[in-house]
């Protein structure tokens, strides 16, 4: 295929090529490696394979094209077709969406991510909450269970071992430690790497598959797993002008494309998980860390309720129905986890 895009191509991101292949931009801030990359990778060949080379995704990784913590603005305003968002860096503009956001007792990864799906994709005011964004969801990611990762001689195995650390953290896990006597730091992952290494953190509260995502096993000596809830208010937008001017069976493909992502990224995550907890025990992967089980899991669930009541009454004020919401996230949760229970997870049956 010849790639000639128009300079209003790409001032609006949205560029055909001389056989009729719809390019769609994309920007991603994570690097071109690890669990989530591969998922991303498959979603875009997933997209080429159900439209018959119809549509093709143009992924353009590590932040080069816009950086992650702006994401948002930038698909909304056309700088991207489509992009990698969260609300932990766009808390009020993405406030709706930051429901994923509130620590549960689930960490499971399909759980969560069915669970947001189906609220994004079925409940009119989540659907219309992003299009006062101009963006469209179109599928979800999840950062898995929040582990404790320490570099130097620091330790975090205890509710005790919080205070006084130096911890990235983001969003309501962020806020939690704080309460609980933590200095937090909001920090984008492309930095933490550095920050860890050269000491300007002690800690991390992070997830296991950026472990070797962004080669924090480099610079990560301990490791405590708390699996405390998980991050989805993470997941693919796309412009609203841009996916308003697909025809209807562009539309549908990005929608099947954007479903089959959240399996094959559960399978992919869970899969993962075991591999790099016993890849980082033997220094398979990388090198070897001290890995234990973290000791005070449900108060740091009990610690997150009250920020709850606060993005209900947030929601609330923005013309929302905040509890209305919460009983359905609720509700979709036990849904998906009485499935797995009596089903299995969807490639295992």
Same mark, same amino acid.
């Given at each position: ?12 991101? @949205?560029?055909?090529? %001389?056989?009729?292949?719809?390019? *769609? ?5 994570? +690097?071109?490696? &690890?669990? =989530? #990359? ?53 808390? @009020?503009?993405?406030? %709706?969406?930051?429901?994923?956001? *509130? ?5 499971? +990864?399909?759980? &969560?991510? =069915? #669970? ?63 309460? *609980? ?169």
């Amino acid at each position: 295929m010849t790639n000639l895009l128009t300079a209003t191509a790409l001032a609006t991101g @949205l560029a055909t090529a %001389a056989a009729a292949e719809t390019v *769609l931009i994309y920007s991603e801030g994570g +690097p071109n490696r &690890g669990t =989530r #990359a591969e998922a991303l990778e498959d979603f875009a060949q997933n997209v080429a394979e159900m439209s018959n080379g119809d549509l093709a995704i143009d992924i353009h990784w590590g932040g080069a094209l816009i950086k992650l913590t702006a994401t948002l603005g930038g698909v909304r305003d056309g700088a991207a077709d489509m992009g990698t968002v969260l609300t932990a860096y766009e808390p @009020l503009r993405l406030m %709706a969406y930051g429901i994923g956001d *509130l620590p549960l007792a689930s960490s499971d +990864p399909w759980v &969560g991510m =069915r #669970a947001m799906y189906e609220l994004m994709t079925t409940n009119r005011q989540m659907i219309d909450a992003l299009a006062d964004e101009n963006v469209v969801y179109i599928s979800n990611y999840t950062s898995t269970g929040i582990q404790m990762n320490c570099a130097g001689d620091n330790r975090i195995e205890s509710i005790d071992d919080i205070a006084g650390k130096k911890i990235r953290a983001s969003g309501t896990f962020g806020k939690v430690l704080n309460d *609980l006597g933590a200095n937090t730091v909001n920090m984008g992952y492309n930095e933490v790497y550095q920050a860890l290494d050269s000491g300007l953190i002690d800690c991390e509260a992070g997830y296991l598959y950026t472990l070797e995502g962004y080669k924090l096993y480099e610079v990560i000596n301990h490791i405590a797993l708390a699996d405390w809830g998980q991050i989805t208010g993470f997941g693919i937008v796309m412009n609203k002008d841009i996916y308003d001017g697909l025809t209807p069976e562009q539309q549908q493909v990005l929608k099947d494309a954007g479903d089959r992502l959240v399996d094959d990224f559960a399978r992919a995550q869970i899969e993962q998980m075991d591999v790099i907890v016993d890849g980082l025990k033997t220094g398979d992967i990388g090198r070897q860390v001290d890995v234990v089980d973290f000791d005070g899991r449900q108060t740091l669930i009990d610690a997150s309720m009250k920020y709850r009541d606060e993005w209900v009454e947030g929601v609330t004020a923005m013309g929302l129905d905040g509890e209305g919401l919460w009983s359905e996230y609720t509700d979709l949760i036990a849904k998906y986890e009485a499935e797995r229970d009596t089903s299995g997870y969807p490639w295992n049956r």
